[in-house]
């Protein structure tokens, strides 16, 4: 099917009958009042939980869309949406509410589309993760705004250059041969971090998210990792280095599913900017250090992308209706993309599932695990690859698939103890080891102290 095609057939399957909704801002309260209200009509396939505070005390609220709310079934994905983490940029928020109650009142409905989503994807929506920086952006109002009022929390600080700096650590790794994956958090970083920023790092690394998607707003384009480029010499704000990550081809697709869904992203021409296709390379547009894009993918499992929607940053409520019919099938068609590549239950002999297991792919130097259940994860293109299974104390096992252009191909693999030696045979094998040694060149200690860094 044409890519032009594509939007239209999926926009039509959405607007046989389209609930009719309200177009409003919504302040904190009216935001609450709002997610509790679909919970309320979608009762059954709907959950409310709160991942923490702000520093003003306020709910960060997801509302999350499952068949089997609060619970994680094995080889359902998990897919999030975060709006308004910079607080005077509200389009994504709004937008996060009209899609809660889109999704419960096409669900309600019967809308076959929708209730394959919900019933095949775990969903969670956080409206906003900054709400005490859009109440400051909202007393202004969108007539009189600064284009920083409100940006900020409470503290004044940027909340998407407040994630540990994992970007440096990786740059740094990869000079050495070392991992470019599940990087390890420094050891003070709670100290370094808001209370937001701390609420979200806690709520990625209890749920096993595979896509996702931060909402912004200023520009209209969808930017994918490396937000930071590797290059320091490049720090100032307009500076453009293309950094692509191990999965570049994979998030370049993941970037134009969304715009050429959207009415007018993939066009190019927006706010005085122009990006092919309505897409770019966070680095290649500018660099940003700290940001949540490139802390998903190097810390978790999940690839996440940010979402540019809107030119003014807080568009006046007439305009709200025509933002939401540019972004629905967007929105929904991005979701779907969580069902692409591989995924499967990594097993022991007994058929436990193995949490923690490595899955790699081959030619791809990026990583992920299997989450608590045994079950995996990995997003890929269209292809043949080699793929292997590793976990400690067990045999790595290696395989070849195919993965189509629809349904994600399902690997499972079972994975076999390793052998333990006996203690005569690791004696043995050490004398062997050691004699071979005693053959070699003796390196002079002050050389040796100094090659292990």
């Keep these: 099917m044409a890519r032009w095609l594509r939007p239209l057939v999926g926009a039509l399957l959405l607007l046989e009958g389209a609930a009719a909704l309200s177009f409003l801002h919504h302040r904190y309260e009216e935001l609450v009042q709002a997610l509790f209200r679909v919970q309320s009509q979608c009762p059954y396939v709907t959950r409310i939980y709160s991942i923490g505070r702000s520093v003003e005390g306020r709910h960060l609220y997801v509302l999350e869309f499952s068949d089997y709310p609060g619970i994680h079934e094995p080889l359902e994905p998990e897919f999030k949406y975060v709006g308004n983490m910079h607080g005077n940029e509200v389009l994504g928020r709004e937008l996060l509410l009209q899609l809660s109650e889109f999704l419960c009142e096409e669900y309600r409905r019967g809308n076959e589309r929708i209730t394959r989503l919900i019933h095949d994807t775990r969903i969670h929506i956080m409206p906003s993760m900054n709400p005490d920086g859009y109440e400051v952006?909202?007393?202004?109002?969108?007539?009189?705004?600064?284009?920083?009022?409100?940006?900020?929390?409470?503290?004044?600080?940027?909340?998407?250059r407040n994630f540990p700096d994992l970007n440096t650590l990786m740059y740094y790794s990869r000079e050495?041969?070392?991992?470019?994956?599940?990087?390890?958090?420094?050891?003070n970083w709670k100290s370094q971090v808001e209370p937001e920023t701390l609420a979200v790092i806690q709520w990625i690394s209890s749920y096993n998210?595979?896509?996702?998607?931060n909402l912004h707003g200023g520009a209209v384009v969808a930017n994918y990792p490396y937000d930071k480029s590797q290059?320091?010499?490049?720090?100032?704000?307009?500076?453009?280095?293309?950094?692509?990550?191990?999965?570049?081809?994979?998030?370049?697709?993941l970037a134009k599913t969304y715009s050429y869904a959207h009415s007018w992203m993939h066009r190019g021409w927006n706010c005085g900017?122009?990006?092919?296709?309505?897409?770019?390379?966070?680095?290649?547009w500018y660099s940003l250090s700290k940001g949540m894009q490139d802390f998903n993918y190097l810390y978790t499992n999940c690839f996440e992308i940010t979402l540019e929607l809107s030119c003014n940053k807080f568009p006046p409520e007439e305009d709200l209706?025509?933002?939401?019919?540019a972004n629905r099938e967007a929105l929904v068609a991005f979701i779907e993309e969580v069902h692409q590549g591989i995924k499967g239950m990594v097993s022991d002999e007994n058929n436990n599932g193995i949490a923690g297991a490595v899955i790699s792919v081959q030619g791809i130097s990026h990583d992920v695990t299997s989450g608590d259940m045994g079950d995996y994860f990995r997003l890929l293109l269209p292809g043949t690859y080699t793929v292997t299974a590793s976990a400690e104390g067990y045999q790595p096992l290696t395989v070849t698939t195919t993965v189509g252009p629809a349904a994600p191909s399902l690997v499972h693999f079972q994975l076999k103890q390793?052998?333990?030696?006996?203690?005569?045979?690791?004696?043995?094998?050490?004398?062997?080891?050691?004699?071979?040694?005693l053959q070699k060149k003796v390196v002079p200690r002050a050389?040796?102290?100094?090659?292990?860094r």
Excluded: C
């Design 273 to 284: 900017d122009y990006f092919a296709d309505g897409i770019t390379n966070g680095a290649s």
């Design 176 to 187: 050495i041969s070392g991992p470019n994956h599940h990087i390890p958090l420094p050891d």
């Design 447 to 452: 050389t040796r102290r100094g090659t292990q």
């Design 418 to 437: 390793e052998v333990v030696r006996k203690p005569a045979e690791r004696k043995a094998s050490g004398t062997r080891m050691n004699n071979k040694a």
């Design 321 to 325: 209706e025509r933002q939401w019919m």
């Design 137 to 160: 952006a909202a007393k202004q109002g969108p007539d009189s705004n600064g284009y920083l009022t409100g940006r900020n929390n409470a503290n004044g600080v940027d909340l998407n």
């Design 209 to 213: 998210f595979v896509l996702s998607a």
């Design 231 to 253: 290059d320091q010499r490049f720090r100032s704000h307009r500076r453009t280095v293309n950094t692509p990550t191990p999965d570049d081809k994979l998030f370049q697709k």
